[in-house]
């Protein structure tokens, strides 16, 4: 494990920055999905979606974050 000083200087490893950046996907995929959830069909419509696609994607447990949103090289966000 590599260790490093963060901003404050205490001791950081880099699994704990991946866990916050995991946190904070799940944390923006819920609130997007909140919102989505609020769009009327028209609006749906404008961004490609059907209400059916809408509440799929609303029913995504908050943990499954889009892959795209990781870097492929290193697996984190």
């Known amino acids: ?3 490093t000083l963060d901003h404050s ?4 490893s880099r699994s704990r ?3 916050w950046r995991r946190v ?7 609130r997007g999905r ?4 609020t769009l009327d069909d028209h609006l749906l419509r404008d961004i490609g979606l059907s209400r059916a696609e ?7 447990p ?3 974050a889009p892959g795209y949103w ?3 090289r290193s697996g984190q966000c």
């Open 1 to 3: 494990m590599t260790l």
């Open 9 to 12: 200087g205490l001791l950081a």
């Open 17 to 19: 920055r991946s866990v």
């Open 24 to 30: 904070a996907a799940m944390l923006i995929a819920a």
């Open 34 to 37: 909140r919102h989505l959830a």
């Open 54 to 60: 809408a509440e799929a994607e609303t029913r995504r």
């Open 62 to 64: 908050v943990w499954d």
């Open 70 to 72: 990781y870097d492929a």
